[in-house]
């Protein structure tokens, strides 16, 4: 298990950009594939982004798919959310996750059901 500490939403105005990082620690961070998801407020939560242990294997969720990029930095023990673009409809809880389990796809990591291991969640709000 790996325990995981979010930061940087806060609040920002239509069209604008933020980066939300997570940093683990607990294990070897380089071994867990790393996600992100969110929750507004009455919703079930919705998966964001995705990313293996290696860096160049990437999903991310047609709703965000050209404005939000996931990226790592194993030797940092962290994973990053850049989110450009933002609209009121990105409002939501954001949380990062993650698993050691290892899926043929990348597919298959787009479900809350693999991950382990979760973060306490960062508020992004975004004014229009």
């Known amino acids: 298990q790996v325990q995981l500490v979010e930061s940087g939403g806060g609040l920002v105005q239509a069209g604008g950009s933020l980066r939300l990082s997570c940093a683990a620690s607990g294990r070897t961070f380089s071994s867990y594939a790393m996600g992100w998801f969110r929750q507004a407020p009455g919703k079930e939560r919705e998966f964001v982004a995705a990313?293996?242990?290696?860096?160049?294997?990437?999903y991310v969720a047609d709703s965000v798919k050209g404005r939000f990029t996931i990226s790592r930095d194993n030797a940092k023990k962290t994973a990053y959310l850049q989110m450009s673009s933002l609209a009121p409809e990105d409002t939501a809880v954001y949380y990062c996750a993650a698993t050691e389990k290892v899926y043929s796809s990348d597919y298959y990591y787009s479900s809350d059901l693999p991950y382990d291991s979760w973060g306490q969640g960062t508020q992004v709000t975004v004014s229009s």
């Open positions: 990313i293996r242990w290696n860096i160049g294997s990437t």
